[in-house]
């Protein structure tokens, strides 16, 4: 069975840390880009951060890069986002997901597994 199972959402002020970590089983971890993606109230939902497992090519979208940091460990099939000064904004359910490598790299549409999310409100 493909799960990939999110942690580390909660409460946080503005300013402030968390990191996310996706735990991954059931299928070839190593062939698949790894990713966040997030969906805040009344928005559609985009992707935040992807790793590829082939090439080690990173993706950020332009609002988190510089405070968000995505890693990957291939030998416990665990992927972490580190997020540093979290923002109002980025308050969102916060989903990790799995997809090809190339050429739909990190995109919403082609990612083929998806966790069940995870909540983070960042308070002002």
């Known amino acids: 069975e493909v799960q990939l199972v999110e942690s580390g959402g909660g409460l946080v002020q503005a300013g402030g840390s968390l990191r996310l970590s996706c735990a991954a089983s059931?299928?070839?971890?190593?062939?698949?880009?790894i990713g966040w993606f997030r969906q805040a109230p009344g928005k559609e939902r985009e992707g935040v951060s992807c790793?590829?497992?082939?090439?080690?090519?990173?993706y950020y979208e332009d609002s988190v890069k510089g405070r968000f940091t995505i890693s990957s460990d291939n030998a416990r099939n665990t992927v972490y986002l580190q997020m540093n000064s979290l923002e109002p904004e980025d308050t969102a359910v916060y989903y990790c997901?799995?997809?090809?490598?190339?050429?739909?790299?990190?995109?919403?549409?082609?990612?083929?597994?998806w966790g069940k999310g995870t909540v983070i409100t960042v308070s002002s």
């Open positions: 997901a799995a997809g090809p490598n190339d050429p739909e790299f990190c995109l919403d549409y082609a990612m083929t597994y």
């Open positions: 059931g299928f070839a971890f190593d062939d698949y880009a």
């Open positions: 790793v590829s497992s082939k090439s080690g090519v990173t």
